[in-house]
């Protein structure tokens, strides 16, 4: 079985905004996070994460599946948190719009417990 | 590092206790700080050959347990495993308010700046802890006023209201 | 209205002057996340979801307009232009910077308003009537009650650290707004042959994973020693209540493993033990409470308004002068209820244009006052008749006119998924989702009382247990899934609901609430409400009405 793919994620100390570790640093866009695809590499970075405590709160790891060829959140909560409260599409990062966004709203069947990381487009 | 509150003061003071740790022998210095268990099997010998001896009480130990002893025991240590664990308020405000225990009553554990004024007030006088006096006088003092009676005696909001009412009255009269 | 005086304002200025501190502490670093946490909860700053959201008390649920108009302010300069009510009739803000709370909590004190205890294990904020002061049938104010408790607990040094957090509810009439009977402590005041004031003390209630209806320890405590005993049973909890299991660490489950008798004699042994006149509030004290709560001056007016009973000529005002309008104690008065619960809205959001005017009628037509509800609405609790056209044209002109107090739409939703970092699942989409197949304002009225209460999770912060119909978040295999529970109610005739069935997915549930619905109005017998045909049938037809079609699922 191949490892899943990863997106770091955590909350800006001061501002309380859910961030993803990006190439360039951390991004308020879950768009721009960088797609860990060795489990090794991810581990590193969410040490060097835990050690940012100036910076960051919580930071922590989420598996991500490519759905369509975009890297979707397999849990459907890190999917609501990497897009916004799904009341207000006006607010968080799902206010930009796009095909990523798309694919995070519409991504359902999320396989948690039985380990496949498959998911699917709702209709 | 020790300290003491005495006479509205805090201080370090020399911890002239010394702890006695589950299964080890008892030191043969004076003064002598034992398990609620290790004192109910050996206390009654060491108090009756004149030696100072203090009980530290884990948070499930009951206080009750203690009354007969404690006109007998210099102190009573309560343990703070973790600081979120408030049990050990409740032993010392019964040490103090109910059974009327003077000697001293000691906070041991996980002993933070944070619970500072909590453990004042609640009847404790001494704290084994790394801050300073200074700072731990400053953070036990941080709130001008209180609303309740506790076992540190201060004047709860209503006592000081009716004071200054009194004081009112008395101006106007 | 309350009013502080001068150590109620120092009280709450030197805590904020001390978390003002702790968080320049944090942002330098020296305090770490782990330190910090327990620190800025105790002050209402949660890490939610998607950003810190701060929780601010509403001292048993009452406002006046200047404290609205300072919430409303919050809303617009450090938030999103909104807030949300809660369940315990605070507000939670959901979009605060850590680095603006300091100055967010100093404009609060402007206003007597504070975060103190609104999350750790403490005592909580006191949940009380909030038709406290304009029912006819209460004995006697229950805000004067829950002020004495609330100075008793704030910063009590004894009673910081408990096992769990702690719930007080005050209520002084026989119909129960305030859900005593599913707190940690219920108080219901009342009088005795003599005369006397007195509290029938209910004990263990609590909703959770494991949600018990309160057991009653007291028939009838003398007012005056109310906080000997709170003290004595709070000193019982603190020193048996289980802290091994986060679960089992209310006190709800102490009282359950003791029994009530045991509990009860627990508490009498550490009340006889102590010193209880220094532990009771003086009598000047009590006094002084209730003078500072100043009074109401109501104008003499005959009971019919005329103006009143000409405006019911329009068929929106009638509606809402049906669903929305209670009697008050003085002839002539109304108790207005404010739904925030508009069709398809977020349950208990308001926004900063909504607060204010609010504020603006409040203070018009309303004496100042506002009280908020545990089923999140808001109150205005003394209008008089002849205002009321006027306070409903107001409130129709910023959207709070819903007619719909008690009503199937009248939901209470926690924020769910949504918002919440413990979910399982979203819980306002849901809440939406029925209010828009009950759109109907007539099949509403025709349905009659029906209170549905949905959690996004077991915390139950939605109530669901005690909902006529409940409705709790559930995740099954990575989706969101509703159980549905049938028969609980959180008033005088409190009991917890009961499982309908196998959980269903997110787009079955407004539809299974339309079907129980009509099996209720196609069995019902004259005068009964859903919880009523519930308890007379069982669980029977409603199940066969949600599942017949099961197997297509
Ligand atoms: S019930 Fe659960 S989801 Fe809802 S607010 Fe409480 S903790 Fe959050």
Known sequence: MTSPLKVLTANDLAGGQVVFLSETGWSDRYADAWIFEDPAAADAALDAARAATLTLADPYLIDVAAVDGLPVPTSYRERIRALGPTIHPDMGPQAEGGALVEALQQA??????SGRLGLIRRK | MLIRLENDHFHLVEDRFAPVGEGEAIADTVAVILSLSRFQAEGEALLAAGRDVGVRMAPADRVEDLICDLPRLALVALDFPKYRDGRAYSSAVMLRETYGFDGEVRAVGDVLIDQAWNMVRCGFDAFETSVGPNAWAAAARRYRHVYQASADHRPPAFVERSQAARRLAAQEG | MFQYDAIDAAMVADRNAEFRDQVSRRLSGELTEDQFKPLRLMNGLYLQLHSYMLRVAIPYGALSSAKMRALAHVARRWDRGYGHFTTRQNIQFHWIKLSDTPDVLDYLATAELHAIQTSGNCIRNTTSDPFAGAAAEEVDDPRVWSEVIRQWSTFHPEFTYLPRKFKIAVTASPRDRTAARAHDIGLVLRRNREGRLGFE????????????????????????????????????YNRFGRRDNLYKARIKILVASLGAAEFARLADEAWEAMDRPRADLPDVELARIRASFGLVDFRTLPP????????????????????????????????????????GEVPGDCTADQMEALADLAERYGHGEIR?????????????????????????????ATPNINLVSDMIACPGLDYCALANARAIPIAQAISETFADPDRAEQVGELKIKISGCINACGHHHVGHIGILGVDKKGEEYYQLTLGGSGAEDAAIGHVLGPALSADRVADAIDKLVDVYLAIRQPQERFLDTYRRTGVGPFKAAVYQDAHQA
Do not use: C, W
């Open chain 3, 372 to 400: 908020v509800t545990h089923e999140q609405n808001l109150v205005l609790p003394h209008v008089a008749l002849d205002d009321a056209p006027a306070v409903h044209a107001g409130l129709a002109a910023v959207g709070l």
């Open chain 1, 108 to 113: 359902k069947g999320a396989a948690r417990s």
């Open chain 3, 201 to 236: 003390v209910i004990v263990g209630g609590g909703m959770g994973r494991t949600p018990y209806i309160g057991a009653t320890i007291r028939e009838h405590l003398p007012a005056e020693h109310l906080l000997s005993y709170l003290t004595a049973i709070l000193r019982v």
């Open chain 3, 304 to 343: 019919r308004s005329e103006r009143f009973e000409a405006a019911k000529g329009d068929k929106a005002f009638a509606r809402f002068a049906r669903n929305n309008i209670v009697p008050h104690k003085v002839p002539g008065y109304g108790i207005v209820q404010v739904s925030l619960k508009g069709i």
